[in-house]
Structure formats: C-alpha cells, structure tokens
C-alpha cells in the first residue's frame, strides 16, 4: 500500500561551481598573471589589462575579488579575472579551473553529437512516416482509424510504422550516409553482445516519435499491433534522451501553456493527441508513468497551475499519487528556500495551483474527449484542489476502524494542511477530521501528539543558532535572494528588459548570475537563453525559472525591479569603497588618489539613492 510521503526539500547541495570556488584562492589565481604587492590587508598592483603607472589593481583576499580603479574599472572574482585575463567564455573559465583544482566536471553533451543524433532520429521519423503509408503499415494504419486520428494529426505528430523485418530502418540510414556506430548510439538499433549481429530496436510497431521542446526528434514510443508485450516501449536513454526529463507534445504546446499559466498532465501519446486534435493545446502527456521530479521542474518554469488527468483506472490513481509526490517535493523545494530567504520581503512566492480531473470510470482522457469534448472541459474546469482529491483517496487506504489506521491518515495529510494559511487549516481540517470520524478536538491532539514526539528533532533543525556573521557572509546572504529574485522578474516579464538595458552587470555578486543576465540581456525568448549559457549553468537556471514571482501589476513590478537594482548598484559602491580602503595601510588615510576616488564612489552612492532605470 503506498502513502504519499511529503518529504522537506534542501537546496543547498554543493554545486561543482561552488566547489571549484572553495578551492581557489585568489591570490594565487592572479599572482601568475600580475606581480602582487601586499598593501595594508590586500595586494595592490598596476593593472594587467591596461598600461598604467600608479597602481589602480586591488585584489582583497577577505572577499576573494579583485578590482581595477583604473582605465578598465572592472573587476570580479577568480572566475571572472580568469575569463578576462585568459580571453575565454565562462565554460572554457570553468574548465581550465576544474582542471586546476582537481574538480570532475560532469560529461556534457557534444553539441555537434547532439546535432547528428537529431539528425539520425529525424531520418528515422521519416522513414517510420514513409512505411506507415505502405502495404506493411496497413495494420498500423488501421489502429490509428480505429482511434480516430484525423490526418492533419498524423501528420503534425508525424506518426509512422517499424517494419518487422528487423534490419528496414538499419538499411535506410546506412543507405543515407548515417553510420551503424550513430544509429546504435541514438537507440534506433541494437548488437548482440555475442554474435556482433546488428538489428532494429523497434520491430514491428506504431512509432511516435518524441521530441524535445525545440521541436527536435530526441526518442522513439513504440506501440505493439499484436499482444506482445510490452503494450509501449521507448528509446532507452541516451546523450540526447531521458524519459525523465521529457514532457511528449511540450513542443507543441509550450506557448499554450505559457500563455495560460496552466498544464493539463495526461498520461499516453493519444491522450496527448487528441487533445491536441481538439484545439485543448496547454496538454502534455508524462508517457505512461508518473511526473517525475525533472518533468515538474520543466513545467514549473511556464506554469503555477497543474492539472493531472490521469487515466481512472486503479493504475492511473496509483500514478496520480506519485505525480502529486513528485510535484510536492519542488513546490516544497521553493518554500524551503522561500523559509531560508524570510529575511527579505523580496522572497514571498505565491503557491503552485496543484489539481486533479476526476475522469469517469472506464474513460480515459482520448476517449473522453473524443466522446464529449464539454464534458472533458468541464471535468478540467473543476478539478479538485490537491487536498480535496487527497484526503478522500489517502483515507480509504487505511482501516479506520483502528486507532493506528486514522494516525497514519493524519501523519500522511497534515503536512500539507500545516502548510496552508489559517482560514484554509481551518477549513481542510475539519475534512480531515471528518474523513477519519474524528472531532476536531481529536484531531489537534493527535498532531500535538505528534509535534510533542518530533520536537527535539524539529528543535535541532529549527533553532539551530545562525552562523557567525562575517562582511563575506553578509554579501552573499544578501546576494542569493535579491539578484535571483531579479532575474527571476526579468525572465518572467521580459517587457521589464528595457529597465534594465544600462544596469553594470558587475554590481552581480555571483559569476552564475552575472552570466544569466548578461546571456538573457541579448536574447528574445527563454529557448534561447537555454541555448546561450553554459550547460554548466542549466541547473542554476532552473532554479532561477522556478522561483515564484509576485502576481502584481507591471507598474508594480517596474517599482520592485528599480528598487532592487538600486540595492545591488549602491552595494557595489560600498564594496569597492571596501576594496580601496582595505589595500592601504592600517589606520592610515589613503593615498590622494585613491581618496579621490572614494569621493567619486560616494557620489555615484549619493546618485544611486535617486536613479530610477537603467535604460540606454
């Protein structure tokens, strides 16, 4: 019997860019590349980048950044002088560094082996879409009649057959110039480990081809006409392909979906289909299984509202129940950094819509839509409400009839109504409480019971005293929320770009968020920004796009993105009036012309208390 488990989520794993970090000092990043001085706490010396003769180079080892207060006024961390200095881009900086520090660097994709694979899974698209039209795609020809495809969705989906012969799509790419070694490489055809005999992995099948949300050929679903077994099966995983992390009709219909704030999840290819087929476009399919964590974490970056649709049968619930785990366990994940961040008023997210359509018994969605599209649309208009659908289906797993039945009920529900605001615990426990048959009284002592059992272990992680509080530690603290939170607005209302076009990208605390900025200032769509930083950003990214952003106006917005902006650009100016300041002599006043240029940075402070935007 399983139970949903709702488990805490942390963000902070040590990630391979905070590794290199750590283990860099920046002294001895710069000292090959600039003869150091010590002066006062840091070292100072003429600037490598420009020629100069009084040194304007500072580099202070407190705050591991170093700056030039000269010609180039520029200046950064280890990554950011080693890029400058090494004339690289933020991949080939983190490589370089990686080797340094004796970091592995996760194996990452070949671009141009990505490129012919998606040309290899293309060819074989097309070739599956040629055979479904011939004499030995007839049986398939007859399935897809059956399930009443019109031809502009076999076409759109570009839908095909497998020859059962074994050896059809190997021929056709051999004969196209592809080689055996890419064919086998993409999951297209397989080698016995013993004969070294080469065959075709989908034999025999109706193929769907699955893209990634560019609209690239990444995978195959393969659907027996017979009784073979198994009914579906799908590329393995490969460089380009990995079930987990793909959504089946996401291509088609992520503007949909991002227009509308809103996924409707259902489970198979033709569920997809026909929904598609009948104008209902903000549909992706999880192809057969429950959403992972990955697919969540895709979705969450073009919608708050989530509706599973998942097939009414007893396997469809038990995939329900683990697709609501999953997507609990990332809405948790924010709220935990929502928590982590409650210091900032700039932290407040609003809470993912998470739903469930109650299907009638023996309809899927493909035949429920394909029967009576308004009762489909109706049944996805009133979705239950993640705890509506719960509580009932959590409660009628247990014996209830036993003390010990009922607490397993409350320890599997009451997470997510503590998490709720007041009005709304109010409400969900009373049909706890009347789930269970319980009174409300029962109800609060039994989590009082349970609170009492988990203290000491709450109280460790709860009031865990903070850590020292250091100027390095303050920075980041502060960095984290508030430059996340603004890339966050930036990528979520791309018309607030233009407030923005002027803002130094240097006042970014961290390299990761200067990169995400820097790459979105120059791009038009989210897609592209995919493609324009490095991979080894691909996670920061995600986290940055599932970071909730308040749902206000766009005045308002323009408002919160002015003033934060302001933040960063006044810290800025207080760290370098730091920098100057901690590289001459202990308790002496600087030299005149680095006091000149203090009085220039309390100037730009003083101007920066009235800037409004950033526009060129």
């Not at 008023?345 to 899927?364: C, H, Y």
């Not at 590289?583 to 940075?601: K, Q, V, Y």
Request: charged residues 25%; glycine residues 6%; proline residues 4%.
């Amino acid at each position: 019997m399983r139970i949903l488990r709702i488990r805490q989520s942390k963000r902070h794993r040590l990630s391979v860019i905070d590794d290199i970090k750590a283990r860099l000092d920046i002294v001895d990043v710069v000292s090959p590349y600039v003869a150091l001085q010590k002066s006062g706490r840091g070292f100072k010396a003429n600037c490598p980048f420009h020629n100069e003769k009084t040194p304007s180079f500072v580099v202070n080892p407190e705050r591991q950044s170093w700056r030039c207060f000269g010609a180039c006024a520029e200046g950064g961390g280890a990554f950011d002088f080693v890029m400058k200095a090494e004339n690289m881009d933020f991949g080939q900086a983190l490589h370089l560094l990686a080797q340094r520090t004796g970091v592995q660097l996760e194996k990452r994709g070949d671009p141009e082996k990505s490129d012919i694979l998606h040309s290899v899974n293309r060819a074989a698209a097309t070739f599956y879409q040629e055979t479904l039209k011939t004499e030995e795609g007839r049986q398939a020809r007859n399935y897809i009649d059956s399930r009443k495809l019109n031809d502009s969705s076999i076409e759109k989906f570009i839908l095909g057959y497998s020859p059962s012969s074994g050896d059809g799509l190997k021929s056709h790419l051999l004969l196209h110039d592809f080689k055996i070694e890419q064919a086998i490489e993409a999951g297209l055809v397989r080698q016995d480990e013993e004969s070294g005999r080469t065959y075709d992995f989908f034999r025999g099948r109706l193929m769907f081809p699955i893209f990634d949300r560019r609209g690239n050929v990444v995978g195959f679903g393969g659907r027996a006409l017979d009784d073979s077994n198994p009914k579906y099966i799908n590329t393995s995983a490969t460089s380009i392909f990995d079930k987990r992390n793909t959504l089946y009709a996401l291509n088609f219909a992520i503007d949909k979906v991002r227009d509308q704030r809103t996924a409707v999840v259902v489970e198979g290819y033709m569920d997809a289909i026909a929904a598609h087929e009948h104008g209902y476009t903000n549909v992706v399919a999880s192809m057969g299984t429950a959403l992972t964590e990955q697919q969540v974490a895709q979705l969450r970056t073009l919608a708050d509202k989530f509706i599973l649709a998942l097939d009414p049968d007893a396997a469809g619930q038990e995939a329900t129940l683990r697709s609501l785990e999953s997507s609990w366990r990332v809405i948790q994940s924010n709220a935990a950094q929502q928590r982590q961040r409650s210091q900032s008023a700039l932290s407040q997210w609003k809470t993912t819509d998470l739903r469930v359509a109650a299907l009638p018994e023996g309809l899927d969605p493909d035949a429920l839509i394909r029967q009576d599209a308004s009762r489909w649309e109706s049944i996805v208009a009133d979705a239950a409400p993640l705890l509506e659908f719960l509580i009932p289906n959590i409660a009628a797993r247990f014996d209830l009839t036993v003390p010990h039945g009922k607490s397993q009920v409350v320890d599997a529900i009451w997470p997510l109504i503590a998490a709720l605001d007041r009005l709304d615990r109010e409400q969900y426990a009373q049909k706890l409480a009347d789930a269970i048959g319980v009174s409300m009284e029962a109800l609060r002592a039994s989590v009082g019971n349970h609170r009492t059992s988990n203290r000491q272990s709450r109280r460790t992680e709860r009031y865990e005293p903070p850590p020292e509080v250091t100027e390095s530690t303050l920075n980041e603290s502060f960095a984290e929320p508030v430059e996340e939170y603004i890339l966050a607005l930036l990528i979520n209302k791309p018309d607030l770009k233009e407030f923005a076009e002027n803002f130094d990208s240097q006042c970014f605390y961290s390299i990761e968020n200067r990169e995400v900025f820097t790459n979105w200032m120059s791009c038009s769509k989210i897609e592209e920004l995919w493609d324009s930083v490095d991979e080894s950003l691909h996670p920061h990214l995600t986290h940055i796009t599932t970071i909730d952003i308040l749902s206000v106006e766009l005045i308002e917005s323009e408002r919160a993105l002015t003033e934060m902006l302001r933040r960063l650009q006044r810290r800025f100016h207080i760290v370098d009036q730091q920098n100057i300041l901690i590289s001459g002599p202990t308790g002496e006043p600087p030299p005149r012309e680095l006091g000149e240029r203090i009085s220039e940075i309390n100037e730009s402070i003083r101007q920066s208390e009235h800037m409004g935007v950033w526009r060129k």
